[in-house]
């Protein structure tokens, strides 16, 4: 979520992607005199368990593959075009938030509670692979760690577009918190980077009409 600044104000955000590590674990060892059948079984098991791990060139084939299967834009497959980021115009009436990196918010928050969200993350190729059912099901798993609860997501619009000569996804939907029903129009970017800008409004606002003014300003920063 994200809240803008004063009217006719671009935001540019450029920071570094996060990168994600592996954690190693190791199986902690019994101590002496512990050790039963069933968990020496378990840790014979273990020593010939391999985790299956996929090489780059490989992922990036058979994402390629899929992605011609399915008819779907492969232009992502291959794109050694460095961006730095996007920019867009934040609508009047928001600024950025003091306490979430990305988000602006409007100044009468949290009465108003709409926001704009924007987030850079690694390229993900097989993002392109995304579908209407497959954003669903992501965003009601995403929900139900966040609020511990099952949120029903109903997606309004799905579509394919391209910003500049990125494939990009255009996505509008809603849900309800409680006795709060949330709209939210969202943008994805498929660069060498994704890049996610998010709208979402309340249902006592409705600020539909001035995001998508603000989206027609978005732009990838090469």
């Known amino acids: ?21 592996a954690e190693q674990t190791q199986d902690e060892k019994p101590g002496e005199g512990e050790q039963s059948p069933e968990n020496t079984t378990v840790a014979e098991e273990n020593d010939f368990s391999e985790e299956i791990i996929v090489e ?13 299967e399915n008819q779907l834009d492969t232009s992502v497959v291959g794109n050694s075009r460095t961006t730095k980021g ?5 609508p009047e009436g ?20 709409s926001t704009i969200y924007y987030a850079q993350l690694e390229q993900d190729m097989a993002l392109q ?20 609860e099952d949120v ?21 939907c809603h849900y309800q ?8 129009l969202a943008y994805v970017i498929n660069a060498d980077k994704s890049y996610v800008i998010t709208y979402s409004q ?10 998508e003014a603000s989206a027609e300003t978005i732009r990838v920063e090469n």
């Open 94 to 113: 928001f600024a950025a938030s003091e306490e979430a990196e990305g988000m602006y918010v409007t100044d009468r928050y949290p009465i108003d509670a």
């Open 1 to 21: 979520m994200m809240s803008g600044c004063g009217k006719d104000e671009t935001v540019q955000t450029s920071a570094a992607p996060q990168g994600m590590e």
């Open 152 to 172: 029903e997501v109903s997606v309004d619009s799905f579509e394919q577009i391209r910003i500049q000569e990125y494939p990009a996804f255009k996505i509008r």
């Open 86 to 90: 996007c920019s867009f115009t934040v």
């Open 56 to 68: 780059e060139p490989l992922k990036t084939q058979l994402t390629e593959e899929l992605l011609e």
């Open 202 to 211: 309340t249902g006592d606002y409705d600020r539909m009409e001035e995001y």
């Open 177 to 184: 918190v409680g006795d709060v029903t949330v709209t939210q």
């Open 129 to 148: 692979l995304m579908t209407k059912e497959s954003f669903k099901e992501q965003t009601q798993a995403d929900f139900r760690q966040d609020y511990g």
